[in-house]
């Protein structure tokens, strides 16, 4: 085991008597050590759950003849910061997470690993933790929270930023606007469109790194706790096979994850963490692979943001059982096995469709022909760049630039209404080391959307996206302006065209005659945000730390 390097032996005696002091017996200390790893905290209600299964979980590895260790790191909660310099704050979330998993393990030489995580940052965070740990372990998501009510109407959070916008618009007045702030959020759990947290939840069951139809369950039903406590017994049989993380993360396995975030048309940052989590697994997977597996995806999940439903409909419909049987029928994924000792192909084939559900359509009769994302290249984004293509129909757009450094100012300029039909807006300066931290940007897009604007404009940024974000948006473009990127060197009244189809993003000005005089409007000179800019790789190579930048 790897605990007996801590636990074994009469040189390990003073790491033993601390041991006993937390009430553990010699016994105790001779069986598996496991960490059971948590990202509660109460500033939100996407992890508020987390703690609570922990418990669970411990319960299932003492009866499965382990010792349970408990652990908590952080999480930021984008939906909280999301409009705010708190926002810079969430993806080098994602970093310290994996880093503070993996010391945590490495530094008390465990034998296995459950994570429990709940929110956008958290879960592909513990996936890259997994990975690169590759011990014995798997991961449970917190779940889904229900649907709000307003007006006889489900909201989720998409709603109450949009009608931020609909609100300056004059459309809704204050009461109404908090009305809608009052009922969006029912309970525990992450938010509850095919936003980022449930797409990466999705994402990581055809990882096969957690077990089919664990994350499905939302936040407040019951058996939950009965899927913590299943898989508290699981990892002690992870343990005793020796079965490691990285016999599931695979290129396939990312393939298979990719696939069903394009069938819900799930949220761009998909792209972003599973760049990262291949690249803890010791493999590159291409930018490029993205958009050939959304070309041949279509989309057969209605789903909010773009669609009707969320995912606590999507789990009484079927889940991800039966999303993952109609891919598997239509010969889109491949089988690969999963922590359950199951094949993802034995899995699927025990799926229920509940009769009259509208959530889960046919690749046959799809939502739509192609899937969520693209990849688009030109000389504003000669690294490449990320299409969303969720909400729309739309494959091109051609427009007059609007430019502003910085999130901040692009959104005074739309409540003030001073964005208008055939604008394309560029937010720059907000990429990885720009920002730094890469912000997204939900506040401008819904706040668009709700002055009803979505289907006239386009917006285009080095920075990225919340899951929630819906319209022809363009993000993650590389170079980032910070790092010279001719996205910096776009003026007002340039004519962009994007042209999905084409794969380009382009515009007729001539970017390398203008002198490259962009300056970051934000510099963090130290502290954690100063070390994630120092180290972090593009955008296009997963916005890691864990490897030296890339900056060629």
């Known amino acids: 085991m790897h605990s007996d390097a801590i636990k074994t032996g009469p040189d390990h005696a003073a790491a033993r ?23 509660w905290t109460d500033v939100s209600p996407c992890n508020l759950n987390l703690r609570d299964l922990a418990q669970d979980v411990k319960r299932g590895v003492i009866e499965a ?152 369950i939302p936040a407040p039903d019951p058996a939950k706790h009965a899927a913590a406590h299943a898989c508290g017994l699981r990892v002690m049989e992870l343990v005793r096979q020796g079965i490691s993380a990285r016999s599931f993360v695979t290129p396939e396995s990312v393939r298979n994850a990719t696939v069903a975030a394009n069938a819900t048309a799930g949220s761009t940052n998909t792209v972003l963490h599973m760049l990262a989590i291949a690249r803890e697994a010791g493999f590159h997977f291409e930018l490029d692979a993205f958009d050939e597996i959304s070309r041949r995806t279509p989309v057969i999940a209605d789903l909010k943001p773009g669609g009707r439903f969320m995912a606590p409909d999507m789990h009484a419909a079927g889940g991800s059982r039966l999303l993952g049987q109609r891919l598997m029928e239509a010969g889109l994924i491949t089988d690969q096995p999963t922590v359950s000792g199951k094949t993802l192909f034995e899995e699927f084939a025990s799926a229920q469709e509940t009769p009259g559900q509208e959530v889960l359509l046919t690749i046959e009769k799809p939502v739509k022909a192609r899937g969520g994302y693209g990849i688009v290249y030109g000389n504003i984004a000669p690294d490449g760049c990320v299409v969303k293509l969720a909400g729309h129909e739309a494959l091109r757009f051609e427009g007059t630039a609007r430019v502003f450094d910085g999130e901040d100012a692009a959104f005074r300029a739309v409540q003030h209404r001073r964005i208008v039909a055939g604008d394309v807006v560029v937010i720059r300066g907000e990429g990885p080391v720009g920002g730094p931290g890469m912000r997204e940007m939900l506040a401008v897009t ?25 319209g022809f948006m363009v993000g993650h ?35 390398d005659a203008r002198p ?15 070390k994630f800019a120092a180290l972090v790789s593009p955008a296009s190579e997963g916005a890691v730390t864990a490897f030296p930048p890339r900056r060629e």
Request: charged letters at 20%; a negative charge; one cysteine or more.
């Open 446 to 470: 819904a706040a668009l959307i709700g002055q009803g604007l979505g289907g006239e404009v386009a917006l285009i940024t080095d920075g990225r996206f919340s899951g929630a974000t819906y």
């Open 477 to 511: 473009i590389c170079p980032e302006a910070a790092l010279g990127g001719p996205i910096g060197r776009l003026v007002d009244g340039d004519r962009i065209v994007i042209d999905v189809d084409a794969r380009t993003i382009s515009t007729d000005a001539d970017l």
């Open 17 to 39: 008597a601390m041991l006993r002091a937390t009430g553990l017996s010699g016994e105790d200390i001779r069986k598996p050590l496991i960490a059971v790893v948590h990202t």
């Open 65 to 216: 003849g382990g010792t349970p260790f408990e652990f908590n790191t952080i999480a930021v909660t984008d939906g909280i910061a999301m409009g705010s310099p708190g926002m810079c704050a969430s993806l080098p979330s994602r970093e310290v997470i994996a880093d503070s998993i993996e010391l945590a393990v490495r530094g008390h030489c465990l034998d296995g690993v459950v994570v429990l995580c709940g929110c956008d940052k958290t879960i592909p965070a513990a996936a890259m933790a997994l990975a690169r740990l590759d011990l014995p372990g798997l991961m449970l998501y917190g779940g889904s929270i229900m649907p709000g009510c307003h007006k006889d109407q489900a909201i989720t959070i998409q709603d109450v930023f949009e009608a931020v916008g609909a609100h300056a618009a004059g459309t809704i007045d204050d009461r109404e606007l908090e009305e809608i702030e009052g009922e969006a959020c029912p309970g525990a759990g992450a938010c509850g469109g095919q936003f980022t947290a449930n797409t990466m939840a999705l994402a990581t069951t055809f990882l096969g790194l957690a077990p089919v139809g664990f994350n499905d």
């Open 516 to 530: 490259v005089s962009w300056q970051p409007h934000r510099v963090e000179e130290s502290g954690a945000l100063a």
